[in-house]
């Protein structure tokens, strides 16, 4: 059974960099599946961040393009999330999540992590 | 970006009844549609990908249907289990997209 954990802080100031690690335990993050970066403000719907595969191939939404960074670490099996410049509108639960193939079928979810940006 | 949009944005429902939740994408998306359940505090679900197939371990009063830019999520007879925020999301093109939710409350 694959099991995803984030970790990370729970507040960061404005115009900092967000920082979240996804731990991937119960399978391999160099399966073929790519993995995913997920956010829901409070009381709000799901956005879509970005992907990664283990091979390093990222892809990111354009509206979040220019401050997303997803980046993988084989050795530990797990990847990570950098949001620079963050503001109280990147507030949010971030959850990571694994795709089927490179479907955007999201089958297996962490238990999310809540950052509020606030000074 | 495609654009989904669901109705209603909520329902009261009794246990027992017949709930039908629709699924709107604003172009084609063949049949590149998935339904995830989600209760107060916890991750999305996995219930139905690709438009009708029903996920491993989810329940058969759980089922769906639609191609093109129409798509339902029903669920048979709701149990007590079932309260929670219903959301479609598309994966046909990137970046994928979710509807706004569908918040499923006790009548």
């Known amino acids: 059974q694959v099991q995803l954990q984030e970790s990370g802080p729970g507040l960061v100031k404005p115009s900092v960099t967000l920082s979240l690690t996804c731990a991937v335990s119960g399978g391999s993050i160099s399966s073929s599946n790519w993995w995913s970066w997920v956010r829901q403000p409070p009381g709000k719907g799901l956005e879509w961040i970005g992907e990664i595969h283990h091979s390093g191939n990222t892809n990111y939404n354009p509206s979040l393009k220019s401050r997303v960074t997803i980046s993988v670490d084989k050795s530990r099996n797990q990847f990570s999330l950098e949001l620079t410049s963050v503001t109280a509108a990147d507030t949010a639960v971030y959850y990571c999540a694994r795709e089927v193939g490179a479907s955007s079928i999201f089958d297996y979810w962490g238990q999310g992590s809540l950052v509020t940006v606030s000074s | 970006d495609i654009q989904m949009t669901q109705s209603p944005s909520s329902l009261s429902a009794s246990v027992g009844d017949r709930v039908t939740i629709t699924c709107r994408a604003s172009?084609?998306?063949?049949?590149?549609l998935n339904w995830y359940q989600q209760k107060l505090g916890k991750a999305p679900k996995l219930l139905i990908h690709a438009a009708s197939s029903l996920q491993s371990g989810v329940p058969s009063r759980f089922s769906a249907s639609g191609s093109g830019t129409d798509f339902t999520l029903t669920i048979s007879s709701l149990q007590p289990e079932d309260f929670a925020t219903y959301y479609c999301q598309q994966s046909y093109s990137s970046p994928p997209t979710f509807g706004q939710g569908t918040k499923v409350e006790i009548k």
């Open positions: 172009q084609s998306i063949d049949n590149y």
